[in-house]
């Protein structure tokens, strides 16, 4: 039997059953990448040999009467978390023999749950694109469209899962980084809350793999069904246990819900900053017609809703202030004297981006001052909500775009040019203020391409917008393999 697009769950029960091996999954597995791989290039450091030997564990372990929660599991792990033994460079070729002694705490994490590490996924230069290609291990095309990207900077994560290399894989996000590439590949992602996830071992190389609390940047699971979502967020979920030791865990709160008919939900497929596209519109619209259906109290517009276009200037901000923050002396001082040219009145996003680029760190703090608004906004309005439905990026999956002038690039929505980074807008409504964000498939293009939305949720309740997707999913449908 063929079981590479098999759900994590469906491989657990059987192999619990008795109907198959790890080592047989992980050969299949195996099998498949080799095969498939060459024209996707999602698997840019395999680990074949060390998988196959963890796959023999497993199933001896599973022999003697252990029961993991992954346990012989294939899964794949995206270039950028330390893997021990196997480089991480985040695709910048100074740093090609990086090769890290210890696994990522979140590595760990799946290892003690029993999965079965195949490798590691693509990734762009300095995880800085919203594609997947850099001078080391190439481009990563969608299997979808070999001519298109599938999404950044979790890309490889997201074709290999479409592609069936691996039932799990793990991602970061910070700009959509697990919410982009689902949507442009059809499977599913979860940008966790802020904090409840520990990153240790998650890190730019050279840097030591220290307990750090990241600004914005979370490590997430990608999926092709929302229950396992899910599973693998439960592995992951808890702090460092180098900062706030073993004996602490932090319970989430079960779903707001469990029927679809209770739900509360905001609509949104407008942004003040850039147009949605038509196809992606049309996806927000048939999510909302199922809640519809479903029962569920459906809204378009609601006072409580913090205003868009200052979040959006708030989390360019914030995010182009942690990108450029270790740039040399030289270029800051450009950047300085660009930004001092900038007229009080320009309030676009090209003028966030410079002035978040040269924030002082008296700008930060009023910055960060200006997000715990938000955050209290927020609050407010899950008091009467529980999700908010809206899209990732405002187009499918576009074609490889390589221009190293990333501010000059532009994103065609229905014919019309936009900058390149404008499309970030919708991630941030749910990075910037910290909320979990879940990615679920929302049907396909008029060209056949795959469209996802996000379903944005409380703070700290991530298992509301998950279990929000597992309905949705079983009355639209979720993952289809490519065409």
């Known amino acids: 039997m063929e079981w ?8 657990v029960a059987a192999m619990r059953a008795g109907d198959v091996s790890s080592v047989e999954l992980t050969d299949q597995a195996i099998d498949r990448i080799e095969r498939d791989d060459k024209a996707i290039n999602a698997i840019c450091v395999p680990d074949f040999d060390r998988a196959r030997a963890a796959a023999r564990r497993a199933d001896q372990a599973r022999a003697r009467g252990e029961d993991r929660p992954l346990l012989g ?62 001078e080391i291990y190439g481009t990563t095309n969608n299997p979808w469209d070999h001519g298109r990207t599938p999404g950044g900077s979790s890309g490889g994560s997201a074709a290999a899962l479409a592609a069936g290399f691996g039932a799990l894989s793990l991602g970061t996000d910070i700009g959509g980084s697990l919410r982009t590439p689902a949507h442009f590949c059809g499977v599913y992602a979860h940008k966790p809350t802020l904090g409840l996830v520990a990153s240790r071992g998650m890190v730019p190389p050279p840097g030591p793999a220290l307990p750090v609390e990241l600004d914005l940047a979370v490590a997430g699971p990608m999926a092709r069904t929302a229950r396992d979502l899910a599973l693998l967020l439960d592995v992951m979920a808890g702090p460092d246990p180098l900062t706030l030791g073993v004996a602490y865990a932090l319970a989430l709160p079960p779903a707001r819900h469990e029927r679809l008919s209770d739900f509360r939900v905001l609509v949104l497929d407008e942004h003040p900053f850039l147009p949605t596209g038509s196809a992606v519109r049309a996806g927000v619209n048939r999510v909302a017609d199922a809640l519809v259906d479903g029962g569920a109290r459906v809204e378009r517009h609601s006072p409580l809703l913090p205003d868009l276009a200052e979040a959006a200037t708030l989390y ?40 978040g680029m040269v924030f002082s760190h008296r700008d930060w703090m009023e910055a960060n001052n200006r997000r715990e608004l938000h955050r209290h906004g927020w609050r407010r309005f899950f008091a009467e909500f529980d ?63 795959p469209v996802g939305v996000q379903l944005v949720g409380p703070m700290f309740e991530d298992r509301t917008p998950l279990r929000l997707a597992e309905l949705l999913e079983q009355r639209i449908g979720g993952f289809r393999a490519p065409r």
């Open 387 to 449: 999700a908010v439905v809206c899209p990732i990026t405002p187009t499918p999956a576009f074609p490889h775009d390589h221009d190293p002038d990333l501010l000059g690039r532009r994103v065609d929505i229905d014919g019309v040019g936009h900058p390149f980074f404008d499309q970030l807008v919708w991630a941030g409504l749910a990075t910037m203020p910290g909320l979990p964000a879940t990615a679920v498939p929302a049907g396909l293009s008029p060209d056949g391409l």
């Open 4 to 11: 590479n697009l098999a759900t994590a769950e469906e491989l």
């Open 73 to 134: 599991v294939p899964v794949t792990v995206k270039e950028s978390y330390d893997l021990a033994g196997l480089p991480t460079t985040w695709g910048m070729p100074a740093h090609r023999d990086h090769v890290p002694a210890e696994d990522a705490v979140q590595v760990s994490r799946v290892k003690a749950a029993g999965a079965v590490v195949l490798g590691k996924t693509n990734v762009p230069l300095g995880l800085q694109d919203l594609q997947s290609f850099n």
């Open 316 to 355: 360019t901000q914030l995010l182009f202030s942690g990108s450029v923050a270790r740039f040399p002396v030289q270029e800051y001082d450009q950047l300085r004297a660009l930004a001092a040219g900038l007229g009080a009145d320009d309030q676009g996003l090209d003028a966030a981006r410079l002035r």
